[in-house]
């Protein structure tokens, strides 16, 4: 980790972050110290952000998500990418060509950012990342450790 650049987030992350009840929580908060020391740009959607607010209804009050929203906007730290109708045809064209792999239209917009930017790091508790051929961090066996 040690020349992190960009990384992108992903739903799972945000959610882990935020929802101290997530099984990933105490890993996520653990993960994000580690990339704000080495000084790590984020980059996210427009659809993650709105896949996060979603997933966030009922397990954190209103005004968290709310918060959370207002954090994100006013960040240097971190870049939301618009989905515009490019990135659609080339996540409709990873859906349509990975029925197998039960990846969500969101995350295929993901994949699609991540290839049009050259990012090759998530920040993410998805296995479908690393099914595409991404780098998560933290990996499955991180203890975060050192």
């Not at 101290?20 to 110290?33: I, L």
């Not at 740009?41 to 918060?67: A, C, K, M, P, S």
Request: proline share 1%; aromatic share 12%; hydrophobic share 45%.
């Amino acid at each position: 980790m040690s020349n992190l650049r960009e990384i992108f987030v992903d739903t799972s992350a945000f959610i882990a972050l935020i929802d101290s009840r997530d099984a990933y929580h105490q890993r996520a908060v653990a993960m994000e110290q580690k990339l704000a020391t080495k000084g790590a740009h984020l980059v996210t959607t427009n659809f993650v952000l709105d896949e996060t607010y979603t997933g966030l209804l009922g397990r954190v009050r209103h005004n968290v998500i709310v918060q959370f929203g207002q954090a994100v906007r006013r960040s240097q730290r971190i870049t939301v990418i618009g989905v515009n109708q490019a990135i659609e045809d080339a996540a409709w064209d990873i859906f349509v060509r990975y029925e197998d792999k039960g990846f969500s239209y969101t995350d295929c917009t993901s994949f699609a950012v991540m290839q049009q930017l050259g990012l090759d790091t998530v920040f993410a508790f998805d296995r479908h990342f690393e099914q595409f051929g991404f780098t998560c961090i933290p990996a499955v066996n991180d203890d975060l450790g050192g």
